[in-house]
T-cell receptor, first 113, second 117 residues
Framework: KQEVTQIPAALSVPEGENLVLNCSFT??????LQWFRQDPGKGLTSLLL?????REQTSGRLNASLDKSSGRSTLYIAASQPGDSATYLC????????????FGQGTRLTINP | EPEVTQTPSHQVTQMGQEVILRCVPI?????FYWYRQILGQKVEFLVS????????KSEIFDDQFSVERPDGSNFTLKIRSTKLEDSAMYFC???????????????FGPGTGLTVT
C-alpha cells in the first residue's frame, strides 16, 4: 500500500529565503506526482505536476524535482514571500485513467515578513 | 479559467440525517472523484467515477455512501445516515481524458465543510 510522507510538518522562515519541502513515497511505481497548495479552510490548488519520466518541473519561483527510484520529490521555493504561507501537499498517482491520488500530510509553511 | 464548483460551502446536520453534497466538475472532464479531509488529517480518497459507474472505492466508502451523476453537469455524494465521524471537509475533483496528453492532472473544488452534531 502506497504511503506518502512529508517532512517537516511545519516550517517557519524569514521572507526572502529559499526553501525546500520534502516528500517521500514508499512504492516507486508511480505515474505522476502533484504538488498542491492549501490555504486555511480552502480547497487544493494544483501547483505542479511531474510525470514519472521527468526529473523536474518549474513554474515561476517553484521548482519540483522527482527521483522516482529513491521515492522522493522536493519542492523548491525561491525568494519566499509572506503570500507563500500555506500548507503544501504532495500526492502521487499510481496509474492512468481513474486512478486516485494518495496524499501526504502536508507541510505548513509560514513566511515571516 | 474553468474550475470545479461545490455546493454548499458548509452544511450542519444532525446525526442520522441524510445529506447530499453537490459538485459541478470541469465541463470536458470525464473522471470524477470525492475525497475528504478530517480536521488535522490527510486528504483521503473516497471514490472515483467514470462512464457512469464507480471505478474504485476506499474502505471508507461503505453502504451509507453513494454517488450519482444525475445529468450532464452535476456529480453528487450522498451520505444516507450521517455519523459524528463523518464531520470533515469533502472535496470533489475531476480529470480530463486526453489520449494524446496529459497526465491526468486533478483539479479540486473548494470543498464542502460538513459538521454532524
Amino acid at each position: 500500500k502506497q504511503e506518502v510522507t512529508q517532512i517537516p510538518a511545519a516550517l517557519s522562515v524569514p521572507e526572502g529565503e529559499n526553501l525546500v519541502l520534502n516528500c517521500s513515497f514508499t512504492d516507486s511505481a508511480i505515474y505522476n506526482l502533484q504538488w498542491f497548495r492549501q490555504d486555511p479552510g480552502k480547497g487544493l490548488t494544483s501547483l505542479l505536476l511531474i510525470q514519472s519520466s521527468q526529473r523536474e518541473q518549474t513554474s515561476g519561483r517553484l521548482n519540483a524535482s522527482l527521483d522516482k527510484s529513491s521515492g522522493r520529490s522536493t519542492l523548491y521555493i525561491a525568494a519566499s514571500q509572506p503570500g507563500d504561507s500555506a500548507t503544501y501537499l504532495c500526492a502521487v498517482r499510481e496509474g492512468e485513467g481513474a486512478q486516485k491520488l494518495v496524499f501526504g500530510q502536508g507541510t505548513r509553511l509560514t513566511i515571516n515578513p | 479559467e474553468p474550475e470545479v464548483t461545490q455546493t454548499p460551502s458548509h452544511q450542519v446536520t444532525q446525526m442520522g440525517q441524510e445529506v447530499i453534497l453537490r459538485c459541478v466538475p470541469i465541463s470536458n472532464h470525464l473522471y470524477f472523484y470525492w475525497y475528504r479531509q478530517i480536521l488535522g488529517q490527510k486528504v483521503e480518497f473516497l471514490v472515483s467515477f467514470y462512464n457512469n459507474e464507480i471505478s474504485e472505492k476506499s474502505e471508507i466508502f461503505d453502504d451509507q455512501f453513494s454517488v450519482e451523476r444525475p445529468d450532464g453537469s452535476n456529480f453528487t455524494l450522498k451520505i444516507r445516515s450521517t455519523k459524528l465521524e463523518d464531520s470533515a471537509m469533502y472535496f470533489c475533483a475531476s480529470t480530463a481524458f486526453t489520449p494524446s496528453v496529459v497526465f491526468y492532472e486533478q483539479y479540486f473544488g473548494p470543498g464542502t465543510g460538513l459538521t454532524v452534531t
